[in-house]
Nanobody
Framework: QVTFVESGGGSVQAGGSLRLSCTTS????????MGWFRQAPGKQREAVAN????????WYADVVKGRFTISGVSANYTAYLQMNDLKPEDTGMYYC???????????????WGQGTQVTVSS
């Protein structure tokens, strides 16, 4: 069992910024790769950004490169997603997710948070 505590999100106008945070805890499971997926109404879920929490290496979807920055604190397995220059197409439910590998995370992460809504108005 992996427990998630997610915060952040909300509503902002285009060009604005938001910050998401996600803390995971578990006694057993490896969740070293943490990040966010998002899903807009009527669209498929897509991977947004990932971080190897114990090493700092990152991965970004092309559509958010240069606008979003993921960071993390390994001591308490907390990841942050700073989202700048937000666009209406960034609107969706953002889910924190974790897995033991980047490949596993990209295919379909093993552990999922409840999600938080991000709404960007034009």
């Amino acid at each position: 069992q992996v427990t998630f505590v997610e915060s952040g999100g909300g509503s902002v106008q285009a060009g604005g910024s938001l910050r998401l945070s996600c803390t995971t805890s578990t006694h057993t499971y490896n969740r070293d790769y943490m990040g966010w997926f998002r899903q807009a109404p009527g669209k498929q879920r897509e991977a947004v950004a990932n971080i190897y929490i114990r090493g700092g290496s990152t991965w970004y979807a092309d559509v958010v490169k240069g606008r979003f920055t993921i960071s993390g604190v390994s001591a308490n397995y907390t990841a942050y997603l700073q989202m700048n220059d937000l666009k209406p197409e960034d609107t969706g439910m953002y889910y924190c997710a974790a897995d033991r590998s980047l490949g596993g995370w990209l295919r379909s992460a093993s552990y999922w948070g409840q999600g938080t809504q991000v709404t960007v108005s034009s």
